[in-house]
Every structure is written in structure tokens, then in C-alpha cells.
């Protein structure tokens, strides 16, 4: 699944449910990985409905949003990241960070939550090569 292929599907849902997106949605290269694993699984349109809730308001809960304020987690700074857990037989993670000048929320990982610990050093690690790549533009 590409980027076209992902923002197609998530206007097309929009659109149908009379939504208007408020930020774009963009991934890391990996998360594009993690986005084919859930498709695998058979819940794609779980973190598809998701993806769409964070695009109309991805603000944390206590700013009226959908997420959840990462901060430190197991040690990893993910300061200015939020996730959105969804739940059911498969626990789902999406860790993404909002960044604010270009109306654009970056997807950092989309994990099946077997081990938080390994989903937030991935976070983390895929967060410092976002930063570094931001600071070049």
C-alpha cells in the first residue's frame, strides 16, 4: 500500500462520512511497512478509522483531541508525540507527532502492542531521524 493508495482511501472514507481533514497525513518510510503488516492482519480499517479521527483533530485529549501525550516512556524521550490505542483482540498502537507549521501529522509507528517497551525505543528511533530530517529543510 503507497501513499496514493492511503490518501485516496482516507478522502474517500471522509468524504462518505462528511468529514473535513484539518491536517494531512503523512508516514515515515517504515511506517508504510507497518501499514502492510496490518493490512496482513485484517485491521486495516480499524487503524484506517483511527487515522481519520487524528487527521479531523489530532490534538491530545486534554486539548480536545484523540490522542494520548507519549512524553518519557520507558526511558525514551517522545516529548510532542501522541498515540491512539486501539483496542480488541489485536491491541493496536499509533504513535505520531503533529507538526504544527505545515499541518501535517507524521505517522511514526503503527505496532501491534506485544511489547511497549520495543514499540517506544522504535518510536523513538524513528522520531530522532524525523527531527534530523526536519532540521535540513
Do not use: W
Not at 492511503?6 to 511497512?33: P, Q, R, T, W
Amino acid at each position: 500500500m503507497n501513499k496514493k493508495d492511503i490518501d485516496k482511501l482516507l478522502m474517500s472514507i471522509l468524504s462518505e462520512k462528511g468529514l473535513n481533514a484539518k491536517y494531512d497525513i503523512g508516514f515515515v518510510k517504515e511506517a508504510y511497512a507497518d501499514l502492510h503488516e496490518v493490512q496482513k492482519s485484517g485491521h486495516l480499517q480499524k487503524v484506517l478509522g483511527a487515522l481519520l479521527k487524528i487527521s479531523v483533530n489530532p490534538l491530545t485529549k486534554d486539548q480536545g483531541g484523540y490522542g494520548e501525550p507519549l512524553g518519557n516512556k520507558y526511558g525514551f524521550n517522545l516529548t510532542g508525540c501522541s498515540a491512539v490505542k486501539i483496542k480488541g483482540k489485536a491491541s493496536i498502537r499509533i504513535a505520531y507527532k503533529v507538526i504544527q507549521d505545515d499541518s501535517m501529522v507524521k505517522v511514526l509507528i503503527i505496532g501491534v502492542r506485544r511489547d511497549d517497551n520495543m514499540i517506544y525505543k522504535e518510536t523513538a528511533k524513528r522520531l530522532n531521524k524525523l527531527l534530523k530530517e526536519l532540521e535540513k529543510e
